[in-house]
C-alpha cells in the first residue's frame, strides 16, 4: 500500500487548494491512501475528503486538531493513525496512560502528551 501525503499546512504552506490538487496528483498517480497531517479543522477535512475518490487517512495528535472517531467519520475519513501519540501518552502518569480513548472514539489523552515538533 503506497500512502502519499501533502505537507503543506506542516510546512508554513497552509493553501488548502494547493494541498487538494497535489493529492489529486497523488492519487492519479496511483497512490492507494492520501494524507495531509495538520488540516486546520473538520471543514477543510471535509473539503478534502470530497475532492477525493480515494481513502483519506488523519494524523490523531496534534493539539486543537483532533477530533473524534464520529467526527472524522462525518468527514470522510476512512483511517486514523495515531502517529506518535501513543510514544507521547506514555510521557503522563500510569494511571492516565490512553485514559479516554479505549472504545470511546476519543484522543483526550493528547491534551496531557508531551509535545513533539511537528
Known amino acids: ?3 502519499a501525503r501533502a505537507e503543506g499546512f ?3 504552506r497552509p493553501d488548502l487548494d494547493d494541498v487538494i490538487k497535489r493529492l489529486q496528483a497523488f492519487e492519479a498517480a496511483g497512490a492507494d491512501v492520501l494524507f ?3 488540516l486546520p ?3 477543510a477535512i471535509k473539503k478534502v475528503t470530497g475532492a477525493l475518490k480515494k481513502p483519506f487517512n488523519f494524523m490523531v495528535g496534534i493539539k486543537g486538531r483532533s477530533f473524534s472517531t464520529a467526527e472524522l467519520e462525518a468527514a470522510g475519513v476512512k483511517r486514523i ?3 506518535t501519540s501513543l510514544y507521547r501518552a506514555a510521557s503522563v ?3 492516565r496512560r490512553g485514559q479516554g480513548s479505549e472504545g470511546q472514539g476519543h484522543f483526550t489523552y493528547l491534551d496531557r502528551a508531551m509535545s513533539t515538533p511537528t
Request: hydrophobic share 50%.
Open 36 to 38: 495531509a497531517p495538520g
Open 93 to 95: 502518569r500510569p494511571a
Open 41 to 43: 479543522d473538520l471543514a
Open 1 to 3: 500500500m503506497l500512502t
Open 81 to 83: 493513525s495515531l502517529a
Open 10 to 12: 506542516l510546512r508554513g
